[in-house]
């Protein structure tokens, strides 16, 4: 079963209007979970690092008023897209690394779509 | 920060024959590189991966293989099979260290397995 469950799979939204997507690591915690973004035929782009009870650290180029990173907790970590606009459609997806695993996991994934 | 070239970014082959995917990367501190499958609007499937102290890893049809001199690391795939047809990304990441497994990822190879 799944080890990192991200929720919800898919999401239509407004222009305008924030949305906020859930990743959840289930049976290990998590103080550092990522979040990347992949445009169609695109590669993986990282946009934050999510650290338990920190501000996150985000890449050159990403607004963090835009897009609100909360890791609240060992095992869940929120990335909301705030005022969404058409061009924040994508697919997004977080990891989480296991370091007793020594495993990174992802997440399955979220379709954004703003109309 | 790091820095990976993938390529080719398309490889149509025959089934049967072979595949190889190159990658080069750019921070030399990096020390882990796993090769991931991806199919359309799915999570990355982990297919391999190898660390700095190995030259090469190979596992049933698929092998990696790394320069770490040249910072150069490959992806082979043996008698190919429809069903290997997806695109694949490589990446490089500082494992373990303080912020590890930040993945920088290739920009990926759609590989076509034609009948």
């Known amino acids: 079963g799944a080890v990192v469950s991200q929720h919800p799979s898919w999401v239509i939204c407004k222009s305008g209007t924030s949305v906020k997507i859930e990743c959840r690591s289930l049976?290990?915690?998590?103080?550092?979970m990522f979040w990347y973004r992949q445009f169609p035929k695109q590669s993986l782009m990282l946009m934050a690092t999510?650290?338990?009870?920190?501000?996150?650290?985000?890449e050159q180029g990403v607004e963090k008023d835009k897009f609100l990173i909360n890791h609240a907790s060992l095992t869940l970590s929120t990335l909301t897209v705030t005022s969404a606009h058409p061009e924040d459609s994508s697919f997004y997806i977080c990891?989480?690394?296991?370091?007793?695993?020594?495993?990174?996991?992802f997440g399955e994934g979220s379709w954004l779509t703003v109309v | 920060g790091e820095n990976v070239e993938q390529h080719p970014s398309t490889l149509s082959v025959q089934e049967g024959d072979s595949a190889v995917i190159k990658c080069t990367y750019s921070?030399?501190?990096?020390?882990?590189f796993p090769w991931y499958k991806q199919e359309l609007g799915k999570r990355p499937q982990l297919i391999i991966d190898?660390?700095?102290?190995?030259g090469e890893k190979k596992d049933q049809r698929i092998a990696v293989t790394l320069n770490k001199t040249a910072k150069h690391f490959s992806l082979h795939i043996t008698e190919t099979q429809p069903e290997d047809s997806a695109v694949y990304f490589c990446?490089?990441?500082?494992?373990?260290?303080?912020?590890?497994?930040?993945?920088?990822f290739g920009t990926g190879t759609q590989l076509k397995v034609e009948l």
């Open positions: 990891s989480a690394p296991d370091s007793t695993r020594n495993t990174i996991y």
């Open positions: 049976d290990f915690q998590a103080t550092t």
């Open positions: 999510s650290n338990e009870g920190s501000k996150a650290t985000y």
């Open positions: 921070d030399s501190a990096s020390n882990y």
């Open positions: 190898i660390r700095s102290n190995v």
């Open positions: 990446a490089a990441t500082t494992r373990y260290t303080g912020g590890g497994n930040k993945l920088t």
